[in-house]
T-cell receptor, first 116, second 114 residues
Framework: AQKITQTQPGMFVQEKEAVTLDCTYD???????LFWYKQPSSGEMIFLIY??????QNATEGRYSLNFQKARKSANLVISASQLGDSAMYFC?????????????FGQGTELSVKP | DAGITQSPRYKITETGRQVTLMCHQT?????MFWYRQDLGHGLRLIYY???????DKGEVPDGYVVSRSKTENFPLTLESATRSQTSVYFC?????????????FGPGTRLLVL
């Protein structure tokens, strides 16, 4: 069965520094997708970045990059130059193949706090 | 407005009542999903739909009913609400094969069952 593991319940980072949020996954499928979402205290789920299992290059979106190591089954999120507004809960998720429904399986989340 | 909307945003109901949560998306995405978010459990899938008139159960479907007669709407009904269904409910939609794939989430509905 597919599983997503986020081992860091909480993280602290100094403003303007980089931070890495860990995510490992387990699947026997060859086709899958990996996502990171941000959930601020207001509650909405904000899409940050996506990596397809066949993508050879790591995905980047502005200050966000996804460190995809397929052999190790890890998909860590790197946030460069942290800002106070980055304080939020961050969820890693894996999309099942679409022929299995394409649904997302979420990790338990990492709460990031950015210190001024 | 373009995007994915949910209504109501907040709902208080009583045990045993029927409640329907609405979800509407303007992108014509084929896939739609309902998740619930609870402390200690993260987000869990209730039901999903690959297209109009096609629905399937997720991880926690008991006590819920869905329908999808139109591509843009995916209502979720709690047939007889229970206190354990107090939660935050998120609707999401997705398009397949666009290259830059994602699931877009609605703003959520906070449901309290007394």
């Amino acid at each position: 069965a597919q599983k997503i593991t986020q081992t860091q319940p909480g993280m602290f980072v100094q403003e303007k520094e980089a931070v890495t949020l860990d995510c490992t996954y387990d699947t026997s499928d060859q086709s899958y997708g990996l996502f990171w979402y941000k959930q601020p205290s207001s509650g909405e789920m904000i899409f940050l970045i996506y990596q397809g299992s066949y993508d050879e290059q790591n995905a980047t979106e502005g200050r966000y990059s996804l460190n995809f190591q397929k052999a190790r089954k890890s998909a860590n999120l790197v946030i460069s130059a942290s800002q106070l507004g980055d304080s939020a809960m961050y969820f890693c998720a894996m999309r099942e193949p679409y022929n299995q429904g394409g649904k997302l399986i979420f990790g338990q989340g990492t709460e990031l706090s950015v210190k001024p | 407005d373009a995007g994915i909307t949910q209504s109501p945003r907040y709902k208080i109901t009583e045990t045993g009542r029927q409640v329907t949560l609405m979800c509407h998306q303007t992108w014509s995405h084929s896939y739609m999903f309902w998740y619930r978010q609870d402390l200690g459990h993260g987000l869990r899938l209730i039901y999903y739909s690959a297209a109009a008139d096609i629905t399937d159960k997720g991880e926690v479907p008991d006590g819920y009913v869905v329908s999808r007669s139109k591509t843009e709407n995916f209502p979720l009904t709690l047939e007889s609400a229970t206190r354990s269904q107090t939660s935050v409910y998120f609707c999401a939609s997705a398009v397949r094969g666009s290259g830059q794939e994602t699931q877009y989430f609605g703003p959520g509905t906070r449901l309290l069952v007394l």
